[in-house]
């Protein structure tokens, strides 16, 4: 079984429409992380989710909302679409006592057109 | 600010060749450091990691020293194999209770027979 599995693994929209990228960990930890990758490859940190609360939210347009209806999924909505927004976005888990050991999903290549 | 900076790649070695990837640090205080790695087609994972000045962390045959004077965190290993041809990102957290894990712009190695 996959640990951390996000879906979908592809994703290409036109501009200005509303996406959602899903993400589910199996691995009973208490914090989730969503982050981007460009284009130059620069992983950077966007939300951190603690046992569904909010502890990290990096500068990132209001256009991106992130949701955790239970520790084991954070989801990824993001409104508006623009070319810019095209990257992998990866999502992440780490056991609550130790933030630094990562477990990543596979990534969700995003392309707006 | 806090910052890593790791060699550009494609790093491109023939089966049991000696292997560096440089992997140099800008940090207040005094960060962890870690090496990931990317397989095809998956997330990144954790390979190993150093917490405090000339700590080694070590894992299947890779190594790397955290050298505070340096501020550096060289990845090494004796001897690759094609199994090894990953990305492999480096990375420093900081941060106490709201650790982030600021990452490098990863270094392609690619392993051939």
């Known amino acids: 079984d996959t640990a951390v599995s996000q879906t979908p693994k592809y994703l290409v929209t036109q501009m200005g429409n509303d996406k959602s990228i899903k993400c589910e960990q199996n691995?009973?930890?208490?914090?989730m992380y969503w982050y981007k990758q460009d284009s130059k490859k620069f992983l950077k940190i966007m939300f951190s989710?603690?046992?569904?609360?909010?502890?990290i939210n990096e500068t990132v347009p209001n256009r991106f909302s992130p949701k955790s209806p239970d520790k084991a999924h954070l989801n990824l909505h993001i409104n508006s679409l623009e070319l810019g927004d095209s990257a992998v976005y990866f999502c992440?888990?780490?056991?609550?006592?130790?933030?630094?050991?990562?477990?990543f999903g596979s990534g969700t290549q995003l392309s707006v057109l | 600010g806090n910052s890593v900076t790791q060699m550009e790649g494609p790093v491109t070695l023939s089966e049991e060749a000696f292997l560096t990837i440089n992997c140099t640090y800008t940090a207040t205080g005094y960060p962890s450091l870690f090496w990931y790695v990317q397989y095809p087609g998956e997330g990144l994972q954790l390979l190993l990691k150093?917490?405090?000045?000339?700590d080694k962390g070590s894992n299947k045959g890779f190594e790397a020293t955290y050298r505070k004077e340096t501020t550096s965190f060289h990845l090494e290993k004796g001897s690759v194999q094609v199994s090894d041809s990953a990305v492999y990102f480096c990375a420093l957290s900081y941060g106490g209770a709201t650790n982030k894990l600021i990452f490098g712009t990863g270094t392609l190695l690619a392993v051939q027979p």
């Open positions: 150093a917490t405090k000045a000339d």
């Open positions: 989710y603690n046992n569904k609360e909010l502890i």
């Open positions: 691995l009973g930890h208490d914090t």
């Open positions: 992440a888990s780490s056991p609550g006592g130790d933030r630094e050991k990562l477990f």
